[in-house]
Nanobody, 114 residues
Framework: QVQLVESGGGLVQPGGSLRLSCAAS????????MAWYRQAPGKERESVAS???????TYLDSVKGRFTISRDYNKNTFYLQMSSLKPEDTAVYYC????????WGQGTQVTVSS
């Protein structure tokens, strides 16, 4: 079983930056895929960014060029660096990992507002 603990959410002004972190309870090089999802009020959860064990990445079209997913094997942590944030990025962000099953973080609120 894998436990994921998120951190880094908060309130930021439009145009600002935040970095979300997701610490895993297992060595992340064993994890097949890691991803960040988000869910805004009244909307379905959507995939924002993902990274495979081989390093391949995918991004939601609306965040391409602004968000970057990365990982640190030494810290067993993966990240979502978010820049040029917009009000429409406001949501609860969840990290996700697939390792012999699906695992989710508890969610962290990101609010983009002036």
């Amino acid at each position: 079983q894998v436990q994921l603990v998120e951190s880094g959410g908060g309130l930021v002004q439009p145009g600002g930056s935040l970095r979300l972190s997701c610490a895993a309870s297992t060595r992340i090089f064993s994890i097949s895929a890691m991803a960040w999802y988000r869910q805004a009020p009244g909307k379905e959860r959507e995939s924002v960014a993902s990274i495979t064990r081989e390093g391949g990445t995918t991004y939601l079209d609306s965040v391409k060029g602004r968000f970057t997913i990365s990982r640190d094997y030494n810290k067993n942590t993966f990240y979502l660096q978010m820049s040029s944030l917009k009000p429409e990025d406001t949501a609860v962000y969840y990290c996700y990992a697939y390792f012999r099953g699906s695992y989710w973080g508890q969610g962290t609120q990101v609010t983009v507002s002036s």
